[in-house]
């Protein structure tokens, strides 16, 4: 996700400065190049050893490292930068920064770099509120720095309130989203994720193997992409991604409600949802006894919501989703042209790397005007982004 992106992370001088380690590990991970840059005071509570040793490249501690280069250390990694993330970064550093001063590596790099740069805060709560914090942070702001906000907990100095580091994830979430190219921004999504359930009894439902994890991997990666992003989603164990408007539902008929009653005003809808097709005629106000040795139950249909909205006079551009067993193409396109769907991702349930409840997929995309592309297997993060580039593609050449 982060392949060929270099990342600067400085560090300063805080009791969070060890989760930085994390957020390093986190960028590690998704494949960026990071280059730490440790404030004396951080030197304080962690040892550089630690961050050349996750980075695998020495960390940066002296504004003039005459013996190491030849080229002026500091310009030369500003200068390679794809961006420079702050965190811990404290009321001092932030408050160097927006009045201009650069006397350490770590401020002189900030100065000289032209990489977008992310502040993650962390400090007691008195110095957040501060009026002068608070002043230098709108001016930052204002000049374009961007922030990741502090959230409230218990302070390490004992003080409750707002000061605690945000998580090193959603720092991470905020980085990549500071990195993606904005093709989808003005653009309104409305994505369905997750199963429906169909309640039998107080105790019992019909529902399917669905995770969520394909649309919520959509509604973060449109996200990213710029867009405003509304996720409709059936019960699920994933976490909200940030910066997403989420409305939960259980049953297929409230989904239906929600998605019309929302609908207006959207540009695209993707339908990840695994809808239930059926639900019990009868809903039994009390636990249904186990006497019979059989038991018969009459099921009627669900309304087919993707078809309503294929429907429509004036509709959004249409994204359904195919979760199919055997006949896959041929599937599919009976769906995108029975829906009247502007794209079809259809994909073979049956495989163990696809479908249901896995974090990969392998996905034919069709198109209305007959093309299609086919996606090997890759992760649902990898397909949500193919999948997106596709309908910005797509909604640019309407
Ligand atoms: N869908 C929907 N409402 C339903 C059923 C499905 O909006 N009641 C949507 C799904 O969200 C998906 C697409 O239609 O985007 C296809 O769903 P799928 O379960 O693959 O197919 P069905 O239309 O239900 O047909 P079948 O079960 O016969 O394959």
């Known amino acids: 996700m982060l392949n060929n992106k270099k990342i600067i992370l400085g560090v300063c001088g805080g009791i969070a400065a060890y989760k930085a380690i994390e957020l390093l590990r986190l960028l590690t991970k998704a494949g960026a190049e990071v280059h730490v840059i440790m404030t004396r005071a951080a030197r304080e509570f962690i040892t550089p050893l630690t961050f050349q040793t996750l980075s695998s490249n020495p960390v940066h501690t002296e504004l003039f490292n005459l013996i190491a280069e030849q080229e002026i250390g500091h310009i030369s990694l500003a200068d390679r930068a794809d961006l420079f ?56 702001r204002r000049l374009g720095y961007l922030f990741e906000a502090p959230v ?12 605690k580091l945000a998580a090193p994830e959603a720092i991470f979430e905020s980085a990549v989203t500071a990195l993606t190219k904005k093709t989808l921004t003005g653009l309104r999504l409305l994505i369905t994720a997750g199963p429906t359930r169909e309640e039998i009894d107080p105790v019992r439902y019909i529902s399917n193997h669905s995770s969520g994890k394909m649309g919520y991997a959509l509604a973060r990666a449109a996200r990213r992409r710029g867009a405003q992003v509304l996720l409709i989603s059936g019960p699920t164990a994933l976490t909200a991604p940030g910066g997403v408007t989420v409305v939960n539902v259980t049953t297929a008929g409230e989904m239906q409600r929600e998605v019309m009653a929302r609908v207006a005003g959207c540009d695209a809808v993707i339908k990840a949802a695994a809808v239930a097709d059926y639900r019990p005629l009868v809903r039994n106000s009390v636990k249904i ?106 909604l640019a050449e309407r």
Not at 376 to 389: C, N, P, R, V, W
């Open 289 to 394: 006894k186990k006497k019979a040795d059989s038991v018969t139950m009459e099921l009627v249909k669900n309304p087919d919501i993707l078809a309503g909205l294929g429907g429509m006079e004036r509709r959004p551009f249409l994204v359904g989703f195919a979760a199919e067993t055997d006949a896959l193409s041929a599937n599919a396109e009976k769906k995108l042209s029975e829906k009247n769907l502007d794209m079809i991702v259809a994909n073979d349930v049956t495989l163990t790397d696809a479908g249901f409840n896995v974090d990969t997929n392998r996905a034919l995309l069709l198109f209305r005007d007959g093309s299609c592309s086919e996606c090997g297997l890759m992760s649902k993060e990898q397909l949500a982004g193919t999948i997106l580039d596709h309908l910005a593609q797509h």
């Open 85 to 140: 993330i702050v965190a811990p970064a404290t009321a001092n550093v932030i408050g160097k920064i927006a009045a201009g001063i650069a006397d350490d590596i770590l401020t002189t790099t900030v100065m000289a770099t032209k990489a977008p740069v992310l502040f993650a805060p962390a400090m007691n709560v008195n110095m957040f509120t501060n009026p002068i914090y608070q002043e230098n942070e709108q001016k930052l």
């Open 152 to 163: 409230s907990g218990t302070l390490a100095c004992g003080w409750e309130g707002a000061g």
